[in-house]
């Protein structure tokens, strides 16, 4: 049995120039850190281009994203009872983390 624990740091970029820095948790069966990392990215990056066009709300996103989470969970050919515990202990253990997460403000003023 491995105990060793793994990480994914990610760092995102705010609006308003902040820097969020994360250290996700990563579950013990995870095939590819560098996969879920352009994943990540493809998403967040979709989202983004699409606020600037569509200026769709924070609530409407969040729904967007949960239903499109569950749509994918429904299309794989596996329970999806036991699908749904996965889901829910991985949401649980990303929002730990990002309650951890170090958020750092843009630097202002004169030097």
Known sequence: MNDKKIFLPYKA?????KEVNF???LDENTNS???INEIINLLLSKI????????????DIIQALCMALVVR???ID????KI??????????????????E????????S
């Open 13 to 17: 970029i705010t609006a308003s120039r």
């Open 23 to 25: 250290k996700f948790s």
């Open 33 to 35: 850190p560098l996969v």
């Open 48 to 59: 983004s281009n699409e606020i600037n066009i569509y200026k769709p709300s924070n609530g």
């Open 73 to 75: 969970c429904k299309i």
């Open 78 to 81: 596996y329970d999806i009872n």
């Open 84 to 101: 749904e515990k996965i889901v829910d202990k991985t949401i649980k253990r990303a929002f730990s983390d990002a309650k951890n997460a």
């Open 103 to 110: 958020v750092l403000e843009p630097m202002s003023g004169n």
